[in-house]
């Protein structure tokens, strides 16, 4: 099959956008580096179709392979018909394909295999020709044979009958058309294991749904509970309706002879074809589920860390606590420690007094000017005590709770302990926590993205695909924001294109041994960083302030002779770089075209070489809307009636909606139907981790600390 051909329909894009970008990803170039440098090949692709397209390619791929193995099986055996060819190569799924292999298979021992080991299935043929005149005790008596242990015509033919359901199993038609009913006509029931099955499955005790109607938060349920041994499930079709299937494949007539093949396309179908089936179904809606919950998650990563940093800001981590005290570390506005404590306030009176002292100093000592507070244990007490002490000074300071998923994760990791190796793990959380509000990107690298917590069943997916797809999110976003290459951390710079963890180090082992980078030229000195990776990681990385300017843009230095000519061209001074309307009014169209006739550089590159000498060094995040910062009084639970309205941050989304944050304690559900006026088939439609919304208050329960919104303004 051509792979690129078939590409190309499913994406609907031209032949020659799919080769090429087929041809890119075998030279082992990064999927960030093609979207940004290579557009003209690809036609503009960015890099969610580009990642879509890769693994529909490694699929693919896959699929030629296994059907190339197959093939040499079977024509192995001498059983390679042009029939069962043709199927093999019309076949579009790794699922089709084993199911044309299935009779080929070496099997196990099995009820058919030793029936056919005792000889039984020239019977067994006699029975499929269904002939009115055979009478099949007859026909069976001839192959009673006690040495082989057929000590009975009755033998024989259960025998030959085993061999029959055996084959009919092994119908790769047959099985297709069972699936595609249980796709369309099946039922998916889920009942309690047990009497004491745990309460946490009750929405599954007495569940129903069509196969085709089943979301995939619910399969995702039924699987974790059917794992732990707490529910029980199963799918059916109608009545009769898969056994009159397999009848229909093999059965002909009413012949006595009919009538025992039909009794063995029945005990094919409830012993064989419909477990084994149901399996299958089974298996692809939890992958279908799991895919689609990688997707969110995926989703919801990528809006978290490209959230917009608080920047130039000095500003004071809180991971508050209890018995071990609420530890605080202030940070500059580049993220340098500039100090750490510990306060205690929740005590005494006396204690929380003297943390107000504390902490007080510090906010004028340092002049602080936003508090980030962990959303841990404790954080509730903290903000309280947050909100009261900043009405009380009269520096203008303000808070945000953040979320501090994965935390403690970093602060025990050994990175931490390079990064901070004179502090205790507790005071590395609140560093940590201070970092996430100034920059989210920066900091988030640092954790493995499973415990970032914006995702639903994450600890249930598979963990190859799961890693593969988040870093494939993080790699997209560092790169799309572009690093400082004198002050990024290795962590961060190890997700930089055609970088890996060794660069990286050795990046910043040079950088501390010669000093700041001066231009992009440099890195070509660093050990292990040759042709090859320089080609690209350059573009990504800026060096402020160095002898170049272009080397502070986005610009690849593959193209900073067409930069540079577009710059003469039409009169542009460096010193005009930035100024985005001087810059603009002097280039026209017509240029573009010029300086791409005389360069060779594409108008694509050429657009965004024009982006980047409007706004040099931009960080993209900074158009986006600022976070919601607090400063006025901590409400309650108990504070919040139906109908109020207020502001909140998205935290997480899943399948059936979004987790909002509306400033006490616990998040308020916005369930998928109170999303939207009009409906939507996911949260993700409408909204974004990290983004401010305006909600109403439906329903507190205070007992069970649960909150129910509407983004549905009350008529």
């Avoid at 889920?190 to 109607?213: I, L, M, W």
């Amino acid at each position: 099959m051509d792979i690129n051909e078939i590409l190309a329909k499913e994406f609907s894009l031209r032949k020659e956008q799919v080769d090429n970008t087929v041809a890119l990803i075998d030279d082992d170039k990064t999927i960030p580096f093609i979207a940004r440098y290579r557009k003209e090949l690809t036609g503009s692709l960015d890099d969610t179709v580009l990642r879509a397209l890769s693994d529909r390619l490694s699929y693919l791929r896959g699929l030629e392979k296994r059907k190339q193995e197959i093939t040499a099986s079977i024509t192995e055996q001498e059983k390679l018909t042009d029939e069962i060819a043709a199927a093999i190569e019309k076949a579009m799924t790794l699922v089709e394909v084993e199911d044309i292999y299935r009779p080929f298979k070496p099997k196990r021992k099995t009820r058919g295999s030793v029936a056919r080991e005792k000889g039984l299935e020239p019977l067994a043929k006699i029975l499929r020709e269904q002939s009115q005149s055979t009478v099949p005790e007859t026909e069976a008596a001839a192959f009673v044979n006690e040495e082989n242990g057929v000590n009975s015509a009755e033998d024989a033919l259960q025998g030959a009958m085993d061999i029959i359901a055996e084959d009919l199993s092994d119908s790769a038609e047959l099985r297709k058309r069972l699936r595609g009913a249980i796709f369309r006509k099946g039922t998916l029931n889920s009942s309690p294991a047990s009497d004491n099955s745990n309460e946490v499955y009750k929405n599954y005790f007495e569940f129903s749904s069509a196969v085709n109607r089943l979301a995939g938060h619910q399969v995702l349920a039924l699987d974790r509970g059917e794992k732990e041994g707490q529910l029980k499930v199963a799918i059916t079709l109608p009545q009769g309706e898969g056994e009159s299937m397999c009848v229909r494949e093999f059965t002909e007539n009413s012949s006595e002879c009919g009538k025992l093949v039909r009794a063995a396309c029945e005990d094919s179908y409830k012993r064989l074809i419909f477990p084994s089936v149901e399996r299958e179904v089974r298996a692809e809606l939890s992958a279908n589920a799991q895919e689609g919950a990688i997707k969110v998650f995926a989703s919801n990563l990528r809006q978290l860390l490209m959230a917009p940093p608080v920047k130039n800001t000095v500003t004071l981590g809180l991971d508050p606590g209890y018995a071990h005290g609420c530890k605080c570390a202030v940070v500059d506005s580049t993220g340098k420690v500039l100090d750490t404590f510990i306060i205690y306030i929740t005590r005494s009176k006396g204690e929380t007094e003297r943390a107000k002292e504390v902490v007080t100093r510090a906010i004028k000592r340092h002049n602080v000017s936003t508090i980030a507070i962990g959303n841990g244990t404790a954080s509730r007490e903290t903000e309280q005590f947050t909100a009261s002490l900043i009405q009380t000074i009269p520096a203008k300071v303000s808070y945000m709770v953040v979320s501090e998923a994965g935390a403690s994760v970093y602060s025990a990791s050994k990175l931490a302990a390079e990064e901070f190796p004179d502090y205790d793990v507790s005071l590395r959380s609140a560093v940590s926590i201070a970092r996430r509000l100034q920059d989210p990107l920066a900091e988030l690298v640092k954790i493995d993205p499973k415990a970032i917590g914006v995702g639903q069943y994450q600890h249930d997916m598979p963990k190859a695909r799961m890693d593969e797809a988040l870093k494939g999110v993080v790699e997209d976003c560092v790169n799309f924001v572009g690093v400082d290459l004198n002050t990024a951390s290795y962590s961060l710079l190890s997700y930089i294109s055609g970088i890996n963890s060794t660069v990286a180090k050795n990046i910043v082992s040079y950088r501390e041994e010669n000093g700041a980078f001066t231009d992009r030229k440099q890195l070509m000195k660093v050990a292990k960083l040759g042709a090859k990776a320089f080609e690209q990681c350059a573009g990504f990385l800026r060096v402020s302030g160095g002898t170049d300017p272009l080397d502070n843009t986005g610009i690849h230095p593959e193209s900073y002779k067409a930069a540079k000519t577009l710059l003469k061209k039409c009169n542009i001074s460096y010193d005009e770089l930035g100024k985005s309307e001087i810059v603009r009014a002097k280039v026209t169209e017509e240029d573009l075209q010029s300086v791409s006739e005389e360069t060779g550089a594409g108008l694509s590159t050429l657009h965004d070489i024009l982006k980047e000498l409007e706004k040099p060094g931009r960080d993209p995040r900074d158009e986006l809307p600022p976070p919601l910062m607090r400063s006025g009084n901590v409400m309650e639970l108990k504070d919040l009636k139906a109908g109020m309205e207020l502001m909140g941050t998205v935290r997480n989304i899943v399948d059936f909606g979004a987790f909002v944050d509306v400033g006490v304690h616990e998040d308020g559900l916005v369930h998928i139907s109170q999303i939207s006026e009009r409906r939507i088939k996911h949260p993700l439609e409408v909204l974004k981790v990290g983004e401010v919304i305006k909600v109403w208050v439906l329903d507190v329960d205070e007992k069970r600390g649960r909150i129910s919104l509407t983004m549905k303004k009350p008529r």
